[in-house]
């Protein structure tokens, strides 16, 4: 059936009825560029935004002849030389072709050349429009001098009347984002930003009924809990339908076809984590799609969220935000359950060790702890203790068992350390002693029960969970 499968070639920019549900943002692209305003078009990869780009070119070269289009991906390209040469080259005819841009040693050279030829062919009447694709390349190491390439596009950006060019961005992260790695002067002021997201239902709907093995209503609900209207997804799962032979496709064979092309989600959630794993973004996300929530989430990475798609908003959903989809959700269910309980308590663990012994060290000195024995007689039992298990398994295991005393204390006596010297660890917990209390003993309720593998309820666990990563989150000085 592969002849007649109208999703083959997935993943490649798409035109004309394959370009489903963007008709509307299509118009305002195609009018504002028309009168030479800049636009920037950011989203998830895989989410169509260079057929959109595309389309825009198509549309506009068909509406006027005076007009020139040129299309190019910076991820391609090697710098600013390379750059300004293969702009000019797509955009400017045979007549003003000029390849000493190319065989320029500098950069600056070559952009004195570059803007000499825009001046002379916007003289001549030429107006020229250009996307500028992953322009996120710009921030890798191979790319040099991305600083100034960046300000000295913001030049010919800001002076549509001398040069007669406008641009079109396509980056998965805003135009922001990228400048502040680059620290270099901003283009976004320049561009009307638009997001790409997710297919809405009904769209989604229309690129499923273009399969010519009909579906039913189960099969185009189990394609919106799975893909959240994600198009490239959307295709990948729709064109496994159709070659696996079904007479019609239902919700089994919509999840089946999705079991067969696991890795392509598997792949495209992997490329999201990475490009949200500046500033702890993911955990964000996952926090506040999957839960414990045991930190505020700015209102800027919420909104940034809505604006990739990757959750909406709903009254029904506990934090008025729902996923994209049920099967991005579950993935990041897993994700979660790959950090156990037992990690994130051995981890607070260890850092209160290292958090007393800084503090008692720098009170006391090095006979830290016989002074605390001394200064806390109610302490006396506890810290006699530590010296008697670090004594037993020195007896037993000699060095392989730790000389540090603290690596001996528990969590609760780690708590009552603290709290016995709290005015020098205030600083570091903030808040009030009684809510750190409360904390401790969230704790300490599954301590020994994970210890011993018995089973300890969902909402005990969650809750341990939430302190050790608000305990976890003070020592990172958050």
């Given at each position: 059936?592969?002849?007649?499968?109208?999703?083959?070639?997935?993943?490649?920019?798409?035109?004309?009825?394959?370009?489903?549900?963007?008709?509307?943002?299509?118009?305002?692209?195609?009018?504002?560029?028309?009168?030479?305003?800049?636009?920037?078009?950011?989203?998830?990869?895989?989410?169509?935004?260079?057929?959109?780009?595309?389309?825009?070119?198509?549309?506009?070269?068909?509406?006027?002849?005076?007009?020139?289009?040129?299309?190019?991906?910076?991820?391609?390209?090697?710098?600013?030389?390379?750059?300004?040469?293969?702009?000019?080259?797509?955009?400017?005819?045979?007549?003003?072709?000029?390849?000493?841009?190319?065989?320029?040693?500098?950069?600056?050279?070559?952009?004195?050349?570059?803007?000499?030829?825009?001046?002379?062919?916007?003289?001549?009447?030429?107006?020229?429009?250009?996307?500028?694709?992953?322009?996120?390349?710009?921030?890798?190491?191979?790319?040099?001098?991305?600083?100034?390439?960046?300000?000295?596009?913001?030049?010919?950006?800001?002076?549509?009347?001398?040069?007669?060019?406008?641009?079109?961005?396509?980056?998965?992260?805003?135009?922001?984002?990228?400048?502040?790695?680059?620290?270099?002067?901003?283009?976004?002021?320049?561009?009307?930003?638009?997001?790409?997201?997710?297919?809405?239902?009904?769209?989604?709907?229309?690129?499923?009924?273009?399969?010519?093995?009909?579906?039913?209503?189960?099969?185009?609900?189990?394609?919106?809990?799975?893909?959240?209207?994600?198009?490239?997804?959307?295709?990948?799962?729709?064109?496994?339908?159709?070659?696996?032979?079904?007479?019609?496709?239902?919700?089994?064979?919509?999840?089946?076809?999705?079991?067969?092309?696991?890795?392509?989600?598997?792949?495209?959630?992997?490329?999201?984590?990475?490009?949200?794993?500046?500033?702890?973004?993911?955990?964000?996300?996952?926090?506040?799609?999957?839960?414990?929530?045991?930190?505020?989430?700015?209102?800027?990475?919420?909104?940034?969220?809505?604006?990739?798609?990757?959750?909406?908003?709903?009254?029904?959903?506990?934090?008025?935000?729902?996923?994209?989809?049920?099967?991005?959700?579950?993935?990041?269910?897993?994700?979660?359950?790959?950090?156990?309980?037992?990690?994130?308590?051995?981890?607070?663990?260890?850092?209160?060790?290292?958090?007393?012994?800084?503090?008692?060290?720098?009170?006391?000195?090095?006979?830290?702890?016989?002074?605390?024995?001394?200064?806390?007689?109610?302490?006396?039992?506890?810290?006699?203790?530590?010296?008697?298990?670090?004594?037993?398994?020195?007896?037993?295991?000699?060095?392989?068992?730790?000389?540090?005393?603290?690596?001996?204390?528990?969590?609760?006596?780690?708590?009552?350390?603290?709290?016995?010297?709290?005015?020098?660890?205030?600083?570091?917990?903030?808040?009030?002693?009684?809510?750190?209390?409360?904390?401790?003993?969230?704790?300490?309720?599954?301590?020994?029960?994970?210890?011993?593998?018995?089973?300890?309820?969902a909402d005990v666990l969650q809750e341990a969970e939430r302190s050790c990563k608000a305990l976890i989150s003070r020592f990172k000085g958050e």
């Amino acid at each position: 059936m592969s002849k007649d499968n109208p999703f083959i070639g997935r993943g490649a920019p798409v035109s004309g009825e394959r370009l489903v549900g963007r008709q509307v943002l299509l118009n305002r692209l195609i009018e504002r560029v028309r009168y030479g305003a800049h636009c920037s078009i950011v989203g998830l990869p895989r989410m169509g935004k260079t057929s959109v780009a595309k389309e825009i070119l198509r549309t506009l070269a068909g509406k006027s002849s005076e007009l020139t289009v040129g299309y190019m991906t910076l991820d391609a390209i090697r710098g600013p030389i390379q750059a300004y040469s293969r702009i000019f080259e797509e955009i400017s005819p045979d007549t003003f072709s000029d390849q000493s841009i190319a065989r320029c040693k500098e950069h600056d050279e070559a952009y004195e050349r570059f803007l000499c030829n825009l001046r002379r062919w916007h003289r001549s009447g030429g107006r020229s429009v250009i996307v500028l694709d992953e322009l996120d390349a710009i921030v890798r190491d191979g790319f040099s001098d991305a600083q100034l390439f960046v300000s000295r596009i913001r030049e010919m950006a800001n002076d549509r009347e001398r040069y007669g060019i406008t641009f079109i961005f396509i980056s998965r992260r805003s135009l922001d984002m990228i400048q502040g790695v680059v620290d270099c002067s901003t283009l976004a002021g320049l561009c009307e930003v638009v997001y790409l997201q997710p297919l809405a239902r009904e769209y989604l709907d229309n690129l499923a009924i273009r399969s010519p093995v009909p579906i039913d209503n189960a099969g185009r609900e189990a394609l919106w809990q799975i893909t959240g209207g994600h198009p490239f997804l959307a295709e990948v799962v729709m064109c496994e339908a159709v070659e696996m032979g079904h007479p019609h496709l239902n919700n089994a064979s919509i999840e089946s076809a999705q079991y067969a092309q696991s890795h392509e989600f598997t792949n495209q959630y992997h490329q999201l984590a990475s490009l949200l794993s500046h500033g702890e973004m993911f955990e964000a996300l996952c926090e506040l799609v999957v839960g414990p929530k045991w930190r505020p989430i700015e209102p800027h990475t919420i909104c940034l969220f809505k604006h990739y798609g990757v959750v909406r908003s709903s009254d029904e959903a506990a934090g008025g935000v729902e996923c994209i989809s049920q099967h991005f959700r579950d993935y990041l269910a897993l994700l979660t359950r790959t950090t156990p309980s037992w990690v994130l308590l051995g981890d607070a663990e260890r850092q209160l060790r290292i958090l007393v012994l800084d503090r008692m060290f720098d009170l006391c000195g090095e006979n830290w702890f016989e002074d605390l024995q001394k200064k806390h007689p109610k302490l006396s039992v506890a810290l006699e203790r530590l010296v008697d298990q670090k004594v037993r398994e020195k007896r037993m295991f000699g060095d392989a068992a730790s000389d540090f005393i603290l690596d001996y204390a528990y969590i609760g006596d780690l708590k009552d350390l603290i709290f016995a010297e709290w005015e020098r660890f205030r600083s570091v917990f903030g808040g009030a002693k009684s809510d750190w209390e409360r904390r401790f003993q969230d704790i300490m309720k599954i301590r020994n029960p994970m210890a011993h593998h018995r089973p300890v309820p969902a909402d005990v666990l969650q809750e341990a969970e939430r302190s050790c990563k608000a305990l976890i989150s003070r020592f990172k000085g958050e």
